[in-house]
């Protein structure tokens, strides 16, 4: 058996912590993108943060994105919110919420994977560019638009969007494996976090959607851990302080009659 030098060794460790670093980098860009408002100023902010998210470099002879994927997806967005504001008096109500643009919906469906509510794995599918599968495990009522134009007959339903390209298969024959490759830097990551998953959790306190440091890890800050923690002490004060202090006092008095 050959021996690796210790060089060579501490290279390795180098280069797997290297790695850890840059999938926990890609993990925090989907959190943020999971908490990514509905507000055009959210998005500017998400896009200067993470300017690479949408991405489409890949490896060759993967399908990539396509190559405005980003400006496609962040003007449609924009064009939504302005047709939204210009037609707010003869939009139904419930409009905003139920005809989304692709930003939003991908968002929306990442949020389902993260919250574990997608069983059939159909969120899961659309996200990864797996289509075809997406749409025989329901894509949900949910329907995005692409506000092309400004009137209503632009609007363009897609409830199987895409413009995310499907993930594919590459072969390796140094070690007979084989594994999957996407053509952008979101769906990367977000195949790699299904083996990290339990890293993906949601703030009690605050409801923020964040990358867990350890495995016991429940809120997202020390701030939102104080704060329920400062709630909880208020609410069993509240809830049993009247009674335990009437029988602190009761056992005061009953001392204080046994000692005359």
Known sequence: ????????????????????????????????????????????????????????????????????????????????????????????????????????????????VWKRSDPRGAALCALLGFHEQAGRSGIGEVVPVNVRHSGPSSLLPDPIAKILPPGEPMVDPSNCTIRWEFGCQFQRALYALMEWLWLAKICPQ???????????????????FGEKKNSASLDFYYRHGKHLREKQKNSVKNSAKRGN
């Open 1 to 112: 058996m050959t021996k690796r030098s210790p060089q060579s060794a501490v290279l390795t460790a180098s280069a797997i912590r290297q790695a850890r670093e840059a999938w926990m980098q890609d993990f925090e860009a989907l959190a943020a993108y999971a908490n990514l408002g509905d507000t055009p100023d959210s998005w500017q902010k998400f896009r200067l943060g993470w300017p690479n998210f949408f991405s489409d470099s890949a490896s060759e002879g993967v399908q990539k994105s396509s190559n405005n994927l980003a400006e496609s997806l962040y003007s449609a967005a924009q064009d939504w919110d302005r047709f939204c504001s210009e037609n707010s008096a003869r939009l139904p109500a419930d409009y905003r919420s139920h005809n989304i643009p692709l930003l939003l919906w991908y968002r929306d469906l990442l949020r389902a």
């Open 206 to 224: 605050c409801g923020k959607y964040f990358i867990a440091g350890k495995t016991a890890q429940k809120f997202c800050s020390t701030r939102c």
